[in-house]
């Protein structure tokens, strides 16, 4: 167990829904057995994980704040399953805002990415072992983490969300054009461009190999009046060491905001 107190604050979450959906697959023991990583080890891959994702992240200072996934806001935490917050420091220099340059300061509008914060980061080392009846029996600890997500939602999403959802009798290039209104880079059209910006690359550092085997842009669910039917998300299928998982994306800064894999 890991402890962690660096500053504590209430934390209020706007969980993104994701429709997100898994592949049971099987796991060789050869590849369980080579997992020789510790507490420090995973930290260290979470946080190397987050400035692949997030690189206005490097070279900042933030507050951040560990804690377990369920548990206090800080404290000790398992390893195998945690939560990193950053939010801005209340030192920042003042040519930086929320650990973004200041209006004014050096850097074009396209070369940076707007950071929204705080936030919420979540990791998750391990993965459920299955029994012959089909009943989880423990968990199998990992290096990597298998499932990440960004708990934050964007002010941008929450809006096109909120246009949408009043309007279930739109069509899909109606739900587009509204989204692109407000800001949305990488609709269904851009495919090329989305791929142009998601460190797939990068990601092979932690992961290893990664392919890409198809890309869906899901604009809805099923509508019905009354109901949160937008969900305006990229899911991309990846193959990774005989097994397939899910990357989400995010498509007004093209930012991961979930990852899904098995070890």
Known sequence: MLSFSLFSRSLTTCRV?????????????????????????RVANATKLAQIIYPDLKGKEFMLQFSS??????????????????????????????????????????????????????FTFAESIVGRNGEPV????????????????????HKAWE??????????????????????????????????????KDLT???????????KFITTAAKEPGSNFAILTWLITVKRAGTRGLITVEPFQGKVIAISLSS
């Open 69 to 122: 996934g369920s548990g206090p806001l800080s404290g000790p935490f398992d390893s195998r399953s945690f939560l990193i917050t950053v939010d801005k420091d209340q030192r920042r220099p003042s040519g930086e805002k929320n650990g973004q340059l200041a209006e004014g300061a050096q850097g074009s509008q396209e070369e940076q990415t707007e950071l929204e914060l705080p936030l919420y980061l979540r």
């Open 205 to 215: 550092s932690v992961y290893g190999p990664i392919h890409v085997m198809e890309a």
């Open 138 to 157: 423990g968990t199998e600890p990992s290096c990597q983490p298998l499932k990440f997500m960004n708990d934050t939602t964007s002010e941008q999403m």
């Open 163 to 200: 246009v949408i959802n009043a309007h279930p009798e739109w069509t899909d290039a109606q739900d587009w054009e509204a989204a692109k209104k407000l800001g949305m880079r990488y609709g269904p059209d851009k495919k090329k461009d989305l791929f142009g910006i998601i460190p797939l």
């Open 17 to 41: 829904c994701v429709v997100v959906s898994y592949l049971v697959l099987s796991t060789s023991g050869a590849a369980l057995a080579s997992d020789k990583c510790g507490s420090l080890d």
